[in-house]
């Protein structure tokens, strides 16, 4: 599932305007003079890190403090992005989504007296203030909770419930409806949503994904035994080099476009119903024995849609585009795909399930300007079929 970007304005126009022409039915590929854009395929996904000068590809590694990408050492100052594959990775089996956008995985134990409390192996112990939490997950590996506005309890099997969860102890888990407290057992529950739309928290630092679904935010730095993360309010975390699936580091000079929300969003009918509008997705837990992700998050966008972002930085600075882009995993039509900085096109091509490699992208550009990401079907249309724009930034020079 998909969690859909909130506040954007859908333009659905009659199919008889320009609902095709913003992307010619056969693409051509052109050459440009202001960016450089390098469409290549890439070789099967085993893991990555991002850099300023680009992606390396290979396996990734943490030994004697350093970071390893196929067998190469990387100036820790240097990485934005790094994935791992981790074979290994095992979701935990319940979890809290916290507003801050970090997600603690473990046992849930305990809820009173407006605080739940939290068991793992790695975090140990934790109580949180229940005005926190965005939703308590039941079963593993769950996508991000949407907004609600009344309190939602989902189960397994059977309607939703909704009403104030008022007691969560051992097998049992209550919820105070309109009918009064409904008793539930908690093997057939998969998750509780709190009511309220979520506060969009500032990013608290670096971010690491553990191996069980985790995510936590901090002040990252690599050590001979793995990773040290700096928390706000669980301290000094070690996590060992084989606990870690990725890690994203924030600095004031890059962007990350999945954690934005664009300035414009435009779907045209193909008959009666729009496009889908694009939906922000994060890497899963994978079963253990199954290949990880190989991006940390990602922006679905359906065919017939136009995205537009501005750009970050001001008059006079240049920044640079990092991204890889592919058929979402099962799409069944050629996709045209298009990426502009005003009216200068940086990347064109057309994505075919017939040779389904990801391409990268990478192009600069003046700040300040507007970034627009285009999708629509190529000389035919087959469904399924969506792209997916993995990990993009923008990197401020």
């Known amino acids: 599932m998909a969690t859909n970007y ?4 859908n333009t659905a126009r009659n199919n008889k ?99 739940i409390t939290i068991a793992s192996p790695l975090l140990g112990a934790r109580e949180v203030d229940l005005a926190a939490v965005r939703s308590i997950d039941f079963a593993p590996d769950l996508p991000v909770p949407e907004a609600q506005n009344d309190g939602v309890l989902y189960r397994l099997k059977g ?49 690491v994904t553990l191996t069980d679904g985790s995510v936590l935010m901090g002040k990252l730095a690599p050590t001979g035994a793995g990773l040290t993360l700096k928390h706000p309010v669980l ?41 889908n509008p694009p939906a922000m997705e994060r890497a899963r837990t994978q079963a253990p024995g199954t290949p990880a992700p190989g991006y940390v998050s990602r922006i679905r966008i359906w065919p017939h849609t136009i995205v537009r972002y501005s750009l ?9 585009f990092r991204a890889q882009v592919s058929l979402a995993e099962g799409s069944r039509g050629a996709l045209a795909v298009r990426v502009k900085v005003g009216e200068k096109v940086a990347f064109e091509a057309v994505l075919d399930p017939k040779d389904p490699k990801p391409a990268a992208v990478a192009f600069e550009a003046d700040a300040g300007g507007v970034l ?25 020079k």
């Open 17 to 115: 305007s320009k609902s095709c022409s913003y992307l010619s039915s056969s693409v051509l590929f052109v050459g440009f003079a202001l960016f450089a854009a390098f469409p290549f395929p890439l070789p099967a996904q085993a893991g990555s890190v991002t850099t300023p000068a680009g992606r390396l590809e290979g396996p990734v590694a943490l030994a004697g403090g350093n970071l390893t990408a196929a067998g190469k050492p990387v100036a820790w100052e240097d990485v934005l992005v790094a994935v791992a594959e981790a074979s290994d990775a095992r979701p935990a089996g319940e979890a809290i989504y916290l507003d801050t956008g970090e997600v603690w995985g473990g046992q849930v134990t305990k809820l009173a007296a407006g605080r």
């Open 235 to 275: 301290g000094d975390v070690n996590i060992a080099a084989n606990q870690w699936r990725s890690l994203r580091r924030r600095t004031e000079k890059v962007t990350y476009l999945a954690e934005q929300t664009p300035d414009k969003v435009e779907t045209f009918p193909l008959i009666r119903l729009a496009a």
């Open 312 to 320: 970050p930085g001001e008059a006079g600075q240049k920044v640079s």
């Open 6 to 9: 909130a506040n954007i304005t």
């Open 372 to 396: 627009t990401l285009e999708v629509d079907f190529d000389k035919t249309i087959r469904f399924p079929c969506s792209v997916t724009v993995d990990d993009p930034l923008v990197l401020r």
């Open 159 to 207: 309607n939703p419930v909704r009403g104030a969860l008022v007691s969560l102890e051992g097998q049992k888990i209550s919820v105070e409806t309109a009918l009064g407290p409904v008793p539930l057992d908690r093997g057939t529950v998969k998750r509780y949503v709190f009511a309220g739309a979520p506060r969009k928290a500032a990013p608290t630092g670096d971010e």
